[in-house]
């Protein structure tokens, strides 16, 4: 529940302080004082977002602090998922600079607002006045319902079978999908990899290739300058191997005579024996070269191959037509097994929906016994204020799996005997539907461990004894929530734990909004003037004094 609240510089108000009391407690004052201006700030405790166009003074920052008490409430959990210090007290603080930059921090460490909402939604139930006309959407009847039938487990195994049949779903449309695409590609890239095969890149050396036939091409040419080298070296008259021999004679018969003669004769030596080997290579190279146009057509055509795939797959190399022979292969591959892939997720699928059928069933059934049951209860609360013929009919009717159920709820409502029950939107008046979404509050309160409950002018077309009735009915809820009423009528001001006064302060230049807790006979002249105006007379004050007494024991 709400220990303590701190508004700066939002909207009108400049620096409001309230302490509400763990009870109920009645905010009153006039129209335009502010009083759902302080719902707006609250909101900023819940995650909505603001900006610089709720500060009162734009060169200043916006603050908004509530101090909660949750030690009674199992909300350890949700700190732990969202990263957050836990205290069994928790202050949330929001701040909006005159920049537009907005920060959000529990318990003095920074967080986001999908963390603010996620605890927010567990500490406050605000209801607004917008939110009696939600009652008409088919979505809010069902978390109503659910609320009202207590099966959070229930629910949970639903929503994550739901997750599991959506997940095997999705992944079926994938594999559809990627099976109905890869046919269409399926021939081409068959076509592309039989070509790159039949190329036999394995077993091809382009530099090779290339190589030898530079070599063919020029066979004739090689063989006629070998021919001239190998008659230089020994067949001329002046044959270089066979000075060199006679050379190598003379020097070895003089080597013994120095060093130096023994160092150059082994020189000689080795270069008699390389000049040799280099001849033995040249008739070597020259017995092999031939000039062969058949084999250098079979090169061309190896060639020209690789050549023709390389521009085709835009690539350098073959090593890059063999990577991506590869990969052709192995998509092919992957589009043959899909086959395969989408029989198992249609059974991981048929599985799925199997659960989801069996849980959702469950749900379905628990749903249709509480809305029975929902229905007569709505119909008990809404005599008791005043709808003495109104009845409520809830249907659940069957649906498609969505992620709420495998079904919608519709709920109907005549207000008058003899009329059958139509929809909310069309027959419900403004007074029908407040008073339809207060029995709502009302019988799903308990059934929820929730700290704090605000409902702002949730008396809107009520009056008279029914005020009363309701009142009660909120001081009911007080026994085991804290509850906060924004209201324009007497009888709720009387009703009340703790009476708050929300007036417009003109004293300065700017006129700002306050709040003050009113006891004893400050709050019966504030009851009085409810009832009988700014000037009211003693049957007024009395009748202020009347409502008072008529009420139980509240703090002053």
Known sequence: MIKSLQIKN??????????????????????????????????????????????????????????????????KRIFEEEDLDYDLECVIRREISPSGKSRAFVNDTPTNLSALKAIGEKLMDVHSQHESLQLGNNQYQLDALDAFAAHPELLGSYQTAFSSYSVAKNQLTKLESLAAQSAEDADYKQFLLTELVEADLDNLNQESLENELEVLENAEDIKLKLSQVINLLDDSEVAILQQ??????????????????????????????????????????????????????????????????????????????????????ESINKVANLDNDIAKAKKDLELAKKELQNVGKKLTESRRLSALNFADEIEKIIHRLGIENGTVDLKVRESEPNPNGLDTIEMRFSANKGIRPQELKEVASGGEFSRLIFAVKYLIADKTAMPTIIFDEIDTGVSGEVALQMIRMMQQMAKNHQVISISHLPQFAAGGDAHYYVYKDHTSDRSVSRIKRLANEDRIAEIAKMIGGENPGASAVESAKELLQMTPEREN
């Open 10 to 75: 939002y909207a009108l108000i400049q620096d409001l302080e309230m302490a509400p009391s763990p009870q109920l407690n009645i905010i009153t004052g006039e129209t335009g004082a502010g009083k759902s201006i302080m719902l707006g700030a609250v909101g900023l405790l819940l995650g909505k977002r603001a900006d610089t166009k709720v500060l009162l003074n734009e060169n200043q920052k916006c603050i908004v602090e509530g101090v909660f008490d949750i030690s009674a409430y199992s909300l």
């Open 244 to 329: 060199l021999k006679e050379s190598k004679s003379l020097l070895f018969a003089i080597s013994k005579f120095s060093k130096e003669l023994e160092d150059i004769s082994e020189r000689v030596e080795s270069v008699s024996i390389e000049l040799a080997d280099v001849f033995n290579e040249l008739q070597h190279v020259q017995e092999m070269v031939e000039h062969d146009p058949e084999k250098i057509q079979v090169l061309k055509d190896q060639l020209d191959l690789l050549y023709r795939l390389q521009k085709k797959h835009s690539v350098l190399t073959v090593e890059e037509l063999i990577k991506l022979r590869d990969e052709l292969d």
